[in-house]
């Protein structure tokens, strides 16, 4: 394996060249930027035998020239949010908030949604419960209909057309990036990174993988299934989104969709552009979808609404913190199937003695923390160290300078005058206590320092907890009181340790371990907090005659 890392490294140099290349010929540009990705992300372009192989080459690669691509990644999408801003310099965007069969006839009216980022022009359907009732009929009978007649490897060609489209420039994307930025905040570079990790781990290779690994046999997943096991999706795979990870989204359509099961989503309050516009893409290049997918927003309270959706859907599916997550948990009948997707949190763990190359860890973890600006699950909350205080104090450099790097190509978010007000006092309180912080106040991000006591701490916007350890082992038995909120973790120790500490981590609930710079990137074969996320939508019958 060694020697197929060295491999990597040598190759590092000529796949770099090569990118540069590969301009001038989008199609050729596009598979060669996808692999490099995959590189960089760590994710397998094999299978069986072949994969650690595959995970070597890869890493090498990574190790070599990762920092250099995704910095010339970053300057790419940095040239075309300024393209953006311009665009929509002195203009106001205008943004359906609702998609489906039966909305078009509903009246609607235009809302100006003041965001930190400026106004958008919201168009909302006014929806009544006779309305959605009938949009809920049509998706169970028309909606079901269409999808029995698909073929999978039909539906997954077209699946892979989206989120290829949405890689690409475009108008829509162009407006889905500059409200989403508006409405929540985020940058117009943080909302284009997320939307190119979210597609790339989108395509059509990987809703295969996904499909082999939870299911005993893609044959089993016809949408007319045939043989001794039939699969049954539900009638309607109903959905609440919500707004910390931009173009999230598409993956429960996706889910929804493979299985056989019409969907209906209601959109965040705070993000309820990008939806509409992922499903008139869909229904652009398949028309026949249409009869299956459906989205809208209506306010939070309006009760009757959210219980129709709640007791119409075969399957819910929700996101959202804690009051959220509580409130539809009231909501569903006993025994209903549901998915919650609550509040959780990742954490780092670092053995610095282990780092032969610091300013590459520093990139990394920076890059996790910087991805998402620490709004997601996939964020780690705190970073413990061992290996003594003259390593960790280089790290705490390294993490600096690659914050301020990453920061002036994809700066962090726009906060609100509670959120800057509740950042000034947490500061102003930790100098006045002598903690040991740093601000890189031009870019934006806060990093503290602690030793000793832990305390769970947070700050809006980016912000790392730099927290030093004796052992590894340590920062596990003080990860006991908030093991019910973990999800992710980064590890980096020992060969001899990460295995036993890989193993504490997943009994305390952590559903995803990967190396540092690998948080923000997952794939769909991921089982979010640790269940299959298509298994889980589907009942099988099994026929013995």
């Known amino acids: 394996m060694k020697l197929i890392r060295t491999i990597g490294e040598r190759a590092a140099g000529p796949l770099q060249r090569a990118l540069g290349w590969a301009e001038g010929f989008p199609a050729l540009s596009e598979w060669a930027e996808s692999m490099a990705c995959r590189a960089v992300a760590g994710h ?23 920092r250099a691509f995704l910095l010339e990644r970053l300057r790419r999408i940095h040239a075309n949010a300024q393209r953006i801003e311009s665009r929509y310099r002195g203009l106001i965007p205008r943004c359906a908030t609702s998609f489906g069969a039966g909305f078009p006839d509903a009246p609607a009216v235009v809302r100006t949604a003041a965001g930190p980022g400026g106004p958008v022009e919201l168009i909302q359907a006014q929806l009544t419960a006779d309305r959605l009732e009938q949009t809920i009929r049509r998706l169970r009978g028309n909606g079901r209909a269409a999808l029995e007649k698909f073929d999978l490897g039909r539906l997954l060609q077209v699946l892979d057309a989206a989120s290829r489209e949405w890689l690409r420039d475009s108008g829509d994307r162009d407006l889905a990036v500059e409200a989403i930025h508006r409405l929540g905040g985020f940058s117009r570079e943080s909302v284009l990174w997320s939307m190119e990790l979210e597609m790339r781990s ?3 290779a990987d809703m295969k993988r996904a499909l082999a690994m939870e299911f005993p046999s893609l044959e089993n997943l016809l949408m007319r299934g045939e043989g001794r096991a039939l699969r049954h999706g539900p009638a309607l795979l109903g959905a609440v989104f919500s707004s910390n990870i931009p173009a999230l989204p598409h993956l429960t359509y996706m889910r929804g969709l ?14 309820p552009v990008f939806t509409p516009l992922y499903l008139q893409t869909l229904a652009r290049l398949e028309p026949a979808l249409a009869e299956a997918i459906a989205c809208a927003w209506w306010p939070s309270d309006d009760a009757a609404l959210t219980q129709l959706l709640v007791s119409q859907s075969g399957h819910l599916v929700v996101y959202g913190g804690e009051q959220t997550i509580a409130h539809f948990h009231r909501l569903i009948r006993p025994g209903q199937p549901a998915t919650f997707h609550g509040h959780r949190l990742g954490v780092t763990l670092i053995d610095a003695a282990q780092a032969d190359d610091l300013q590459a860890l520093g990139f990394d973890i920076a890059m996790d923390h910087c991805t998402f600006d620490g709004a997601a699950c996939l964020s780690p909350r705190v970073v413990f160290v ?9 790290l705490a450099a390294a993490i600096a300078a690659a914050m301020n790097t ?3 190509l994809m700066p962090g978010p726009l906060l609100g005058v509670e959120q800057r007000a509740r950042r000034r006092v947490a500061l102003d309180e930790w100098e006045f206590g002598g903690q040991d912080f740093i601000s890189g106040a031009s870019q934006g991000w806060v990093m503290l320092r602690t030793s000793g006591e832990w305390k769970a ?3 809006p916007g980016r912000f790392i907890h730099l927290h030093d350890i004796g052992r590894l082992d340590q920062a596990l038995d003080l990860l006991i009181p908030i093991q019910r909120w973990l999800q992710n973790a980064a590890l980096l120790a020992s060969p001899e340790d990460a295995p036993r500490l890989a193993g504490r ?3 305390l609930g952590v559903s995803r371990i990967v190396r540092p710079g690998r948080m923000a990137t997952p794939t769909m074969m991921w089982r979010h907090d640790g269940r299959p996320c298509l298994g889980d939508l589907v009942r099988w019958t099994d026929i013995r005659l």
């Open 386 to 394: 061992s290996g003594g205080k003259p390593q960790t104090d280089r």
């Open 457 to 459: 701490s947070s700050l």
């Open 44 to 66: 397998p372009w094999t299978t069986g035998p072949w994969r650690p192989a595959a995970d070597a080459l890869a890493d090498g690669w990574s190790r070599e020239h990762g």
């Open 258 to 271: 493979i299985t056989g099961s019409p969907v209906l989503g209601r959109c965040s309050s705070d993000e």
């Open 505 to 507: 981590l997943a009994a």
């Open 202 to 204: 989108s395509l059509a």
């Open 406 to 408: 990453i920061s002036s």
